[in-house]
């Protein structure tokens, strides 16, 4: 978990601040925190991007929650930015390609899979045997867990300088709108 606190006793952040009406700086700080949140989420879809992982194949993995911090600290507004990394179905990421002793998926190698021909809902689907008998068998899966923790590991530092810039567009935002010229 990252805890990203913004200090309003900057001077930047405390011209802007005072300015403000409680609830109007409230308001700015829950939209920094919320726009935040998404670009964690947009900048995590595209680093995975980068170990071939496909967006529409875990873009229903990334979960926000928007939260308040109950803390005695005086805690504020806050988004929790939650991923499931599970394995994903090897099929999911591209179509198997048939070789001598098994399947390819992109640059994953599956020796003695298959894909059922028999039973129509099955049609596209990879399975590997857990037994040497026939039965039981199950789909082949990948680890996505290592991707996810290194596009993480790349974004973490930038998370709260990107906090910072979007809380001081938001206050000139409110400012902005407290004067009557915001559109």
Do not use: C
Not at 47 to 62: P, Y
Request: glycine share 6%; proline share 4%; net charge positive.
């Amino acid at each position: 978990m990252i805890d990203v606190k913004i200090d309003f006793d900057d001077a930047a952040f405390g011209l802007l601040s005072r300015r403000l009406t409680p609830a109007a700086l409230l308001a700015a700080t829950r939209r920094a925190v919320r726009k935040t949140a998404l670009w964690v989420r947009t900048h995590l879809l595209r680093r995975l991007r980068d170990h071939d992982i496909r967006r529409k194949v875990i873009i229903h993995r990334i979960r926000l929650y928007n939260k308040n911090w109950r803390n005695g600290e005086g805690g504020g507004p806050a988004v929790k930015v939650w991923f499931g990394i599970d394995a994903i179905n090897a099929d999911t990421l591209a179509k198997p390609r048939k070789d001598a002793g098994g399947y390819w998926v992109k640059d994953f190698y599956f020796p003695g899979a298959f894909v059922p021909t028999i039973n129509p809902k099955f049609k596209g689907k990879l399975y590997s045997r857990t037994t040497r008998k026939r039965l039981p068998f199950q789909r082949e899966k990948i680890e996505i867990e290592a991707a996810a923790n290194d596009a993480f590991n790349q974004i973490v530092d930038q998370i709260p300088g990107r906090l910072q810039e979007l809380m001081r567009q938001e206050l000139n935002y409110e400012v902005e709108k407290m004067l009557g010229r915001a559109r």
